[in-house]
């Protein structure tokens, strides 16, 4: 069996997206910069994406901003913060301790700049509350940006009351939602969100394109310069089938967000039950309040590369957490942010599920995950010490 189970890290295109992709690559492959007609239609292509995009997230079409992705949407929406803030001498800034580090980098390299970052600390189900977010603003804060659904744990934070709070009090607010778009509702006037991430490829649109919403009236920081493109906010021939290609997964994926999500919950709640019945086990994050198709798990005694490694020649694709931590033996921060102890967040799994995935693979999961983890703890000398009482488990 081969079973794909790490949508977090990417998503397979949908056949839509690669459909509504191909003629802007074989036909209509002028720059849409050039006045000829076929310039002008890819331009008008872009506008008809532009308008699907702004559709769904409630906004005005000129309020979306095409970038190279969810990173490069974090870190313009940030600097641009920054640099407004700072002209009004204000150089406070408030996030999360498990943002991810698009955000988080962004973050480090301002405080070198002089910026004060607040890092709300997370509590042990996952989630940030609005009163921590009114506690922690001062005259001086810029910028709050805090994740809808967090890339590790799937937890969703209460981003409406958040963004209700920043508003109150004056302060922009940011919300890296490229876990969400596509997977939960987004309506960014409700939710009084000043700016907004979003990713294709994490709702089945291509790699290396995504947007930025940002609301009328904030004026952007470039980060790159060039061209005239995007209204003078962002140089560079503009990524025509990608951003079709995105706009029109999004629309899909919001077309059938209630229907996938029912379907993804049942999958998960099987995943969720089999998996705890691995003795000393842990669910980390909110049990309900998490994406979908988010199932992430610790357990104690193993490591989880080793976990990952066997699973992959069983044919299971899945993670330890985010794909820009593995390869490195640092344990993921996420799980360090909900309290985990190292050993502990050594030992994590996440399997992030699409619509694709059936009862039988999970199935196969569970048997299989409960399988290695049985190997791996039968040659693990700490396990061995817990075996024999010579130290006490963690999970219990
Ligand atoms: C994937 C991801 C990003 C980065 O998006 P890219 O398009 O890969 O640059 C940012 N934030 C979160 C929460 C993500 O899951």
């Given at each position: 069996?081969k ?18 992709m ?19 239609e890819a ?8 308008q ?30 920054a640099?407004?803030?700072?002209k009004?001498?204000k ?5 999360t ?30 989630l940030?509350?609005p ?22 744990i ?13 508003r ?52 952007l920081?470039?980060?790159?310069e ?12 503009e990524?025509v ?8 997964a ?47 798990f ?7 590369e080793?976990?990952l490694?066997?699973?992959d020649?069983?044919?299971?694709s ?10 490195s ?14 050993d ?6 996440r ?23 049985d ?18 488990y963690?999970?219990q």
């Amino acid at each position: 069996m081969k079973i794909y189970a790490d949508n977090a890290a990417t998503t397979k295109m949908s056949r839509r997206a690669i459909d509504a992709m191909i003629p802007y690559m074989e036909k209509v492959y002028g720059n849409p910069s050039s006045l000829y007609t076929i310039g002008q239609e890819a331009a008008e292509a872009l506008e008809s994406a532009r308008q699907t995009m702004a559709e769904h997230l409630h906004c005005m079409p000129r309020e979306i901003l095409f970038t190279s992705g969810g990173s490069e949407a974090d870190n313009q929406a940030i600097l641009s913060a920054a640099r407004l803030g700072e002209k009004k001498g204000k150089k406070h800034i408030i996030s999360t301790a498990f943002e991810h580090h698009a955000v988080l980098h962004t973050l480090n390299r301002l405080e070198k700049e002089g910026f004060e970052v607040t890092l709300l600390d997370v509590h042990e189900n996952g989630l940030v509350t609005p009163q921590q977010v009114k506690e922690a603003i001062r005259p001086d804060t810029c910028l709050v940006t805090v994740m809808y659904a967090n890339n590790e744990i799937g937890t969703i934070q209460p981003i409406g009351e958040i963004g209700s709070v920043c508003r109150e009090a004056g302060v922009l607010f940011h919300t890296d939602a490229v876990q969400a778009a596509g997977h939960l509702p987004i309506d960014v006037q409700a939710q009084n969100i000043d700016m907004l991430s979003l990713s294709a490829h994490k709702f089945h649109g291509p790699k290396g394109v995504g947007a930025l919403y940002a609301k009328q009236g904030i004026r952007l920081t470039n980060l790159i310069e060039g061209g005239a493109q995007e209204r003078g906010r962002r140089g560079g021939t503009e990524n025509v089938p990608g951003i079709v290609g995105m706009a029109a997964a999004f629309a899909e994926s919001c077309a059938n967000m209630e229907e996938t999500a029912k379907k993804l919950t049942a999958l998960r709640d099987q995943l969720i039950e089999g998996l705890s019945k691995i003795p000393h086990s842990i669910l980390n994050g909110d049990r309900t309040k998490r994406l979908p198709g988010n199932v992430n798990f610790c357990f104690e005694g193993i490591e989880g590369e080793s976990l990952l490694l066997l699973l992959d020649d069983a044919g299971i694709s899945a993670s330890s957490g985010s794909a820009c931590t593995s390869g490195s033996l640092d344990p993921s921060h996420v799980l360090l942010a909900i309290g985990r102890i190292h050993d502990i967040a050594h030992g994590s799994l996440r399997l992030s599920l699409s619509e694709e995935n059936t009862e039988e693979e999970i199935a196969y999961i569970i048997q299989t995950t409960g399988e290695v983890v049985d190997y791996l703890r039968k040659m693990s000398p700490v396990w061995r010490d817990l075996q024999e009482g010579k130290r006490s488990y963690v999970i219990q």
